[in-house]
């Protein structure tokens, strides 16, 4: 009954979080749906996208950590993260679109089975389109509906998560026996792990083994964490026994009012979360204007004066503006 569900969300980090938004909103088709601060350092944006309604298991989130150096990428390393997409056919059209857009990106190819388009930003944040045409399992999320994308092709979701290690079968047994992962497949030098009762392109995690590369180092272009579901805080006072009982030292449950936490460093070099579903991300905000204003924290509300003094103002308004399909 513990078991991890899925992907929760990706945490990354961006050189400018006025491009990251535009990069996500306008070329992507991902809905802001929070814009709040880092809770542990207030100078900082965190900007949330998702999918429609803010559901987990579809956010991709962003810090713009002040005086960041650059990431770079190597051995183990949260190296590159998926969004889900309904068929192959979005895949063309996602190919032709990122041409148009002058997105960098690489060839539509095959990776387990299922058809995949691997593209990047302007950081080389690197990113994976992955169609779930041949997917069975955890169900993905809603496309945005008002977005600039037509609806049979937008993103809906978050994808596998492919991390690079340098110890493949050191890491593999942390993946199965802490984590309670199942490798259901082995492609060249990557494993295929997956989660939960359901599994399915939202429930996986791709390993591969990179004993060639330098060490990645963190920065901007880089993943801080990756985070996994489960529904509830009992979840976690239960998952934070089970990696103390493996020896690991844990944050213990932190309560990030849009869902509870527990973060674990599941190498010395990967930092995991494990999340809960709830509340969520409309709680403080109504469905037609989520992420157009400041949102913080009732432990933060206090500061309100003090941060929007510190972090510039950046125009998140679309609930004014129509979006072309295109």
């Not at 990106?105 to 095959?110: F, L, V």
């Not at 880089?222 to 509830?232: C, E, G, L, M, P």
């Not at 990967?270 to 204003?293: Q, R, S």
Request: proline share 4%.
């Amino acid at each position: 009954m513990y078991m991890l569900k899925g992907i929760h969300h990706v945490t990354a980090m961006t050189s400018s979080a006025e491009k990251i938004y535009d990069f996500f909103t306008y070329t992507l088709g991902i809905r802001l749906v929070k814009k709040t601060v880092n809770q542990d350092d207030i100078r900082t944006y965190h900007l949330f996208f998702a999918d429609d309604v803010g559901a987990a298991g579809t956010d991709m989130t962003f810090f713009d950590f002040p005086n960041n150096p650059k990431g770079t990428h190597g051995t183990d390393e949260l190296a590159r993260t998926a969004f889900r997409v309904p068929s192959d056919e979005a895949l063309q059209y996602w190919q032709q679109r990122f041409e148009k857009y002058d997105v960098k990106h690489e060839a539509i190819s095959t990776q387990f089975g299922k058809k995949i388009l691997n593209f990047s930003d302007f950081d080389e944040q690197q990113y994976q389109l992955i169609s779930d045409e041949k997917n069975t399992g955890i169900k993905s999320g809603t496309p945005w509906q008002d977005g600039p994308i037509p609806l049979q092709f937008a993103i809906t979701g978050l994808g596998p998560m492919t991390i690079t290690v340098s110890n493949l079968d050191y890491f593999s047994n942390i993946l199965t026996r802490v984590f309670e992962m199942s490798v259901i497949a082995e492609e060249g030098m990557m494993k295929l792990f997956e989660m939960g009762d359901e599994g399915g392109n939202g429930a996986q995690v791709i390993v591969r083994h990179d004993t060639s590369s330098p060490t990645a180092r963190q920065g901007y272009g880089a993943v801080h964490h990756v985070a996994f579901r489960v529904d509830n805080k009992e979840d976690l006072t239960h998952w934070q026994r089970k990696l103390e009982d493996f020896g690991y030292r844990t944050s213990g449950f932190v309560d990030r009012f849009f869902f509870g936490s527990l973060y674990v460093r599941a190498t010395r070099h990967l930092l995991f979360e494990i999340a809960t579903d709830g509340p969520g991300f409309m709680g403080d905000e109504p469905y037609e204007t989520l992420g157009e204003k400041l949102s913080l924290p009732p432990f933060l509300e206090s500061k309100r004066d003090e941060i929007e003094a510190m972090v510039r103002p950046i125009d998140t308004v679309r609930s004014t503006k129509t979006f072309k399909k295109e």
